[in-house]
């Protein structure tokens, strides 16, 4: 061989064995084996720590028993099975999980750019037959990222057209979207009609016809009779196919996934995700529940507090997700949404705060709470908003949401307070098993913190 071929054999080579480095460092990334430490289960007893149960009063020093997935004992002079896992919580906090009720968490993961790692949104308007359940990622990165900081249960939904598709609740630790799930199709989610269109103005800009205010009450309420005449349509498919399960002679009804998905809803049997922010749409999301009969749950809310009657009145809570987004009107005060907790609790609403983030900042979650806690809402209240209160809202207040004998052993244990950022977890469980408190932000930590600069 000649010594040109020879050199050009050797740089085939050396660049296949660094393609087959990247490839082998790409798959190290995205393998899934972070995500799939699901940690280990046993019988574990916390002892000497603080317990915070969120349902009553804390206890200065005492022990949680952990055992069969379940707290079995919390208490000061709880008993301590043979051969439990002891471990020592002196100078720590007992806390229970943490609750997101409002994100896309595991539906996308690299937002921008990546467009194959997005499954958001569905294309149409009518998609009630789309399932969150289904396309969620328990592999990803965001997983573990978010319950190393205290958040173990997540709502994650859908987006886009007008009815969007179904949303799930999941605890964020197993191999399998059916061993995270705890409601796989928990509410359905509509973009509800709102009073608004493009521009400052309120319709159209350079893109459009300015439109007046009559106008934008006009395309709103069309788009809500189309809303009205889908429930109407599933309505009648529900009864037809009853009809015809009963009465073999009658035609027999050509199925239809997207209103058959409606069934439960319509019905008032499961609960509907209103996402709206403004008080008038918010007000026509509450009037819109009494006249369907259904039952209504308000994601967004910016100015739900303006409308507290009217949320009372049809008993709709409000999933606040706007802590961290910025002002609307250019005359609105700075902290217009760190307040809107406090005044909804003031007003009597029920209300818990969420993050609403597509799943890489879900970790803030505690952190949102604590600033609405610094801006008019109790420190009480403001710890209840993300761990009780969202139970409550998703009807698994008699399984989360506090420590209490009996319910699910979601904890954390901190050396602080949960919702102040110098806080660090120590250990956290999801369904009874202690998990590691590893994710990719801190191997990346691990492989630099040791770098020195040339």
């Known amino acids: 061989m000649s010594s040109k071929l020879k050199v050009q054999s050797s740089k085939l080579v050396g660049s296949l ?53 379940k707290i079995t004992a919390v208490g000061p002079n709880s008993s301590i099975p043979s051969g439990a896992e002891r471990i020592d919580g002196r100078g720590l906090t007992v806390f229970p999980g943490m609750i997101d009720a409002g994100t896309n968490l595991g539906l996308a993961e690299i937002p921008l750019g990546v467009d194959g790692s997005v499954d958001v949104a569905e294309t149409g308007n009518m998609n009630a037959n789309a399932k969150a359940f289904k396309g969620i990622n328990p592999h990803s990165s965001h997983v573990n990222v978010t319950r190393v900081n205290g958040i173990t249960t997540v709502l994650s939904y859908p987006n886009g057209g007008l009815i969007a598709g179904q949303g799930a609740v999941i605890n964020l630790n197993g191999s399998t979207q059916a061993e995270m799930a705890i409601i796989p199709e928990f509410g359905l989610v509509i973009n509800y009609p709102r009073l608004a269109g493009f ?37 009648m498919y529900a ?89 609307v009107r250019d005359d609105d005060p700075y902290d217009y949404f760190y307040s809107a907790p406090g005044k909804m609790q003031e007003a009597g609403i029920k209300f818990c705060i969420s993050t609403g983030d597509p799943g890489q900042e879900v970790r803030d979650l505690p952190y949102q709470a604590g ?4 801006f008019g ?10 761990t009780l209160y969202p139970a409550q809202i998703l009807g698994l207040g008699d399984k989360l949401g506090s420590i209490d004998v ?15 950022p110098r806080t660090n977890v120590k250990y956290v469980f999801i369904n009874g098993k202690m998990l590691p408190l590893t994710s990719r932000h801190t191997e990346l930590f691990d492989s630099f913190k040791d770098r020195k600069a040339p």
């Open 17 to 69: 064995a660094a393609f087959a480095a990247f490839a082998l460092s790409i798959f190290a990334q995205n393998d899934g084996s972070q995500q799939n430490k699901t940690g280990r289960a046993g019988t574990f007893a916390i002892v000497n720590a603080r317990i915070v149960t969120v349902s009553g009063a804390t206890i200065e020093n005492g022990t949680v028993v952990i055992s069969g997935g």
């Open 377 to 386: 809402l109790s420190k009480e209240d403001a710890l209840k908003s993300v």
């Open 239 to 327: 009864k037809s196919k009853e009809a015809y399960a009963k009465d073999k002679t009658l035609p027999y009804p050509a199925t239809d996934i997207r209103l058959e998905a409606m069934t439960p809803y319509i019905r008032g049997e499961k609960p509907i995700l209103f996402r709206a922010e403004r008080a008038n749409d918010i007000k026509s999301v509450a009037k819109f529940v009494t006249d369907m009969k259904v039952k209504g749950i308000i994601i967004g809310g910016q100015e739900a507090w303006k409308v507290a009657d009217d949320l009372k009145k049809a008993d709709i809570p409000v999933v606040f997700t706007n802590i961290y987004q910025s002002v």
């Open 406 to 420: 009996g319910k699910v052993a979601n904890i954390v244990v901190a050396d602080g307070d949960m919702l102040d």
């Open 371 to 374: 600033i609405a806690g610094a």
């Open 199 to 235: 521009g400052r103005g309120g319709g159209g800009g350079r893109f459009g016809p300015q439109l007046d205010f009559n106008q934008l009450v006009q395309r709103r309420d069309a788009q809500i009779e189309e809303l009205k005449k889908i429930f109407h349509d599933a309505d």
